[in-house]
């Protein structure tokens, strides 16, 4: 069996330099020459006709990272339009809407996203300290509105999701209008910003095609990519938490706890796994004569989506107190158990059988610890 190598981010913008001359990668609206672009796109066309995981998941990735793209432009829209107190509902629907479809593609963490730390851009988490929180509201106590310029060149705790979610959801805006110059000018410039990584992405993704496809690492790099992802919501964004790993619950923990969206987000990331992965994964279970454990991934993921989408309710609300006698959080505390074990069956299975029989081994990772 074989170890897939980690690609890392020095290695990746140096991969990227050599795959595409045109490529700079000097910050978020990172983008290829023309010429360049075209030539790149007519080889990857060329790749991609052959029937292999690679050409699969550089297909269906690239369509997560245009969703991406899409919802993000129009939640900066939106934003644009008007963010008054009346139009918090709608910002709070497209926000969530592009956060779903980031969370989609997070299982991929090579390539592009690793350029400039373009996914911590997205979203800064785990946040045990409040940087985000801290950071915005020092934002709101300036004397002068907030530009675009100014996200692009700030910290990752300002420029991401849980950064529109303080101003959306948090405390800190309970006694202000969201209309109000500062807060509208801060969110409509993060807005800005995520379209402008996730437009970059989009068009670096392309631009990655030939070295993608003519990598075999790369296999094993997506395939890495996915266990790591189900390692982390299991452990980190449901286990930790819920109190599965060893400590007392606390739901500040979760991812979103603000906005009461962890699980909806956690339930975007099965469904991306289900349309972005599965396909290049049961292409090449079926080439090395697996096609029975592709199979069973893909009745496993539909079996895990349908839970996520069951549960209606946030970690946060779930293990609330309810001394009132409410006798709704047992429920959910026990609907979310049972995500929870769904999920770990899901990486045992990626895990212990799967990537075994394609002759992988798990790697070291950053959530391994010291």
Request: aromatic share 6%; net charge negative.
């Amino acid at each position: 069996m074989t170890t897939s190598p980690r690609h890392s981010g020095s290695a990746l913008a140096a991969a990227l330099l050599l795959a595409t001359a045109g490529l700079t990668l000097g910050g978020p609206g990172t983008a290829l020459a023309q010429g360049s672009s075209d030539a790149n796109a007519e080889t990857a066309h060329d790749a991609e006709n052959e029937s292999t995981p690679r050409s699969v998941w550089h297909q269906d990735i690239g369509l997560g990272y245009r969703q991406l793209a899409s919802r993000t432009q129009a939640l900066a829209e939106r934003l644009k339009a008007s963010c008054g107190e009346a139009d918090r509902p709608a910002l709070r629907s497209e926000w969530l809407a592009a956060y779903q479809a980031w969370q989609a593609v997070r299982f991929v963490d090579f390539g592009p996203i690793e350029v400039d730390s373009r996914a911590w851009q997205l979203q800064f988490w785990p946040d045990a300290k409040n940087l985000v929180g801290t950071r915005v509201g020092a934002r709101l106590r300036q004397d002068a509105p907030v530009s675009a310029d100014d996200i692009a060149e700030a910290g990752v705790a300002e420029q991401g999701f849980p950064a529109l979610e303080v101003l959306l959801y948090d405390d800190v805006m309970a006694s202000r209008s969201l209309g109000d110059p500062l807060p509208c000018a801060l969110a409509g410039a993060i807005g800005r910003h995520l379209v402008a990584v996730s437009d970059a992405v989009v068009a670096d993704w392309q631009a990655f095609a030939p070295h993608y496809l003519a990598t075999d690492s790369y296999n094993e790099a997506t395939l890495h990519g996915a266990m790591q992802s189900l390692e982390i919501l299991e452990d980190k964004r449901l286990g930790e938490p819920l109190g599965l790993m060893g400590a007392a619950p606390n739901a500040y923990r979760a991812e979103a706890w603000r906005s009461g969206q962890s699980v909806a987000l956690a339930a975007a990331s099965v469904a991306g796994l289900q349309q972005y992965f599965e396909p290049g994964l049961a292409t090449w279970l079926d080439q090395a004569g697996h096609a029975e454990l592709g199979d069973a991934f893909a009745r496993q993921l539909e079996d895990t989506l349908d839970q996520a989408e069951a549960i209606d309710t946030g970690i946060v609300d779930a293990l609330a107190d309810h001394s009132d006698g409410d006798s709704s959080s047992p429920a959910a505390q026990q609907e979310l158990a049972t995500l929870y074990l769904e999920v770990a069956q899901l990486r045992a299975l990626l895990d212990d059988q799967i990537a075994p029989a394609l002759g992988v081994v798990k790697g070291f990772n950053s959530s391994d610890g010291d």
